[in-house]
């Protein structure tokens, strides 16, 4: 089984509704167990700010899935929750982004990992600190150093997994 590292975030509808069903589906994913999730954070909107705050989560999931794999069932879990792409950063029912698979590092027209700007995205790393987590190319301690607190707020939510 290889650890993999997922952000998951939504901004339209029942938030915190479509964060718990996003971990359920992942729970339902062939040979892929959820083990840990972060807590809920709520964020700014980024790139595009004329939209509503975002619920921000991390999970950690063990998968027998290639991470080629594992991002398509991703994919067909944001589709089944009805997620429609309409232009970039903006508002979404549910987006689950493969950040880390393992220690694997590739660069492919359909996959970059380590995820190539989550080190932009406090709403990215903020809820991995919560979890676990390992970077295959930065110490976790220089990830903590580049957080600043702004435009995220911890919520009172929890997800059950």
Same mark, same amino acid.
């Given at each position: 089984?290889? *650890?993999?590292?997922?952000?998951?975030? #939504?901004?339209?509808?029942? =938030?915190?509704?479509?964060?718990? &069903? +996003?971990?359920?589906?992942?729970?339902?994913?062939?040979?892929? *167990?959820?083990? +840990?999730? &972060?807590?809920?954070?709520?964020?700014? @909107?980024?790139?595009?700010?004329?939209?509503?705050?975002?619920?921000?989560?991390?999970?950690?999931? &063990? #998968?027998?899935?290639? +991470?080629?794999?594992?991002?398509? +069932?991703?994919?067909?879990?944001?589709?089944?929750?009805?997620?429609?792409? #309409?232009?970039?950063?903006?508002? =979404?029912?549910?987006? /689950?982004?493969?950040?880390?698979?393992?220690?694997? /590092?590739?660069?492919? &027209?359909?996959?970059?990992?380590?995820? @190539? =700007?989550?080190?932009? =995205?406090?709403f990215v790393l903020r809820p991995l600190i919560d979890i676990d987590f390992v970077h295959p190319l930065v110490d976790r301690e220089k990830i903590k150093s580049r957080l600043t607190g702004e435009g995220i707020r911890l919520t009172k939510?929890? /997800? *059950?997994?």
């Amino acid at each position: 089984m290889k *650890k993999a590292y997922l952000g998951i975030g #939504t901004n339209m509808g029942d =938030r915190f509704g479509n964060l718990q &069903s +996003a971990v359920d589906s992942l729970n339902l994913l062939p040979t892929t *167990k959820v083990n +840990a999730v &972060s807590r809920v954070y709520e964020t700014d @909107p980024v790139g595009y700010s004329d939209q509503e705050n975002f619920l921000n989560i991390a999970v950690e999931v &063990s #998968t027998d899935l290639t +991470a080629e794999g594992l991002l398509g +069932a991703c994919l067909g879990i944001e589709a089944g929750l009805g997620r429609v792409r #309409t232009f970039k950063n903006g508002p =979404r029912v549910i987006d /689950i982004d493969l950040l880390l698979y393992d220690t694997q /590092i590739c660069d492919t &027209s359909m996959l970059n990992l380590p995820h @190539p =700007r989550m080190f932009e =995205r406090e709403f990215v790393l903020r809820p991995l600190i919560d979890i676990d987590f390992v970077h295959p190319l930065v110490d976790r301690e220089k990830i903590k150093s580049r957080l600043t607190g702004e435009g995220i707020r911890l919520t009172k939510y929890q /997800i *059950k997994y």
